[in-house]
């Protein structure tokens, strides 16, 4: 893990912001190879210039403010973002708030005021589709064009591809909700994970002697309903287990809920706080004629969830410390 990561918001005073920082800009949902092949160009140009690098990011997602009645499945929310990118090496991220102010700053404007008046940056990469200010106008080649001017360096990354395929956060939200769980993961550069407070359930797992800690996923999380192996963090602890998400159809079919099952654990979870990378996806969500068979299931799925952790026994996300 790394430390010193420093987080910059609108409200941090001027006389705080390190000037002369290089920056990697994007919204860095998921924090996906793409992404890391952008903060990796903004790393070696401050490194070359012995330059601070930061990440400039928005919240909320631009998605979001736009089409606020419209679910948006986030890869990760602000704070897992943060997390991810004090792992890569940068010094620190700039959380800009995306508001109606911000929406409507022009292109020229942004770069002006907030990269160059505000931060005073000496270099900026940016991946090959990133697109900002006032009806998307700012682009790499805006950024390009203007560079000489301001004099500063610009690095425009273009797509990663994996099976010839691009990556991007779309994607990996596509390959989620079809459990398609080795792409997913192929693109991320590590495990999807999601963090969450351990609630009471119904107490049913007890009684099918599979107690399990139940955990309320964002509303508009779209992961593929199922059975997964997972690998769970507390602290600084990793422990194993399989996980059901979904919305129990063999007894009351209601709102989708992260059920997992932790091998070879015993204690009380309640109000921890956990971090479940999902490593494999076993099975789909299925309904039970009866409680025998489902126990059954349970123990193959059990089985299928250790082999499949043992064949992955590192997958874990990295994840880094925010001051």
Known sequence: MTTGFTVIRDTTP???IPKGAVV?????????????????????MGH????????VTFEPHPRSFFSPNSPQFRLTDETNKL????ATGLAGAVVMTFDKGRAGTSAQDFIHHDLIGRLGISGIAVGYDFHFGKGRVGSPSLLVSEAPRLGIEVDVQAHVDIAERPVSSSAIRMALAEGQIDDATAMLGGPWFATGEVIHGEKRGRDL???TANIRLDKNCALKHGIYAVRVGRGAERLNGVASYGRRPTFDNGAPLLEVFLFDFKGDLYGSVLD?????FIRDELKFDGIEALIRQMDDDSARARAALAAA???FPKLGVID
């Open 313 to 315: 026994p590192d997958a």
């Open 14 to 16: 001027a006389a705080d």
């Open 209 to 211: 002697g599979y107690p």
């Open 276 to 280: 479940v990378a999902f490593i494999a």
């Open 48 to 55: 070359a210039h012995g330059k601070p690098a930061f990440a």
């Open 24 to 44: 990697a800009m994007g919204n860095f949902d998921g924090v996906h190879l793409g992404h890391r092949a952008v903060i990796a160009a903004a790393l070696n």
């Open 83 to 86: 997390r991810l990118l004090a």
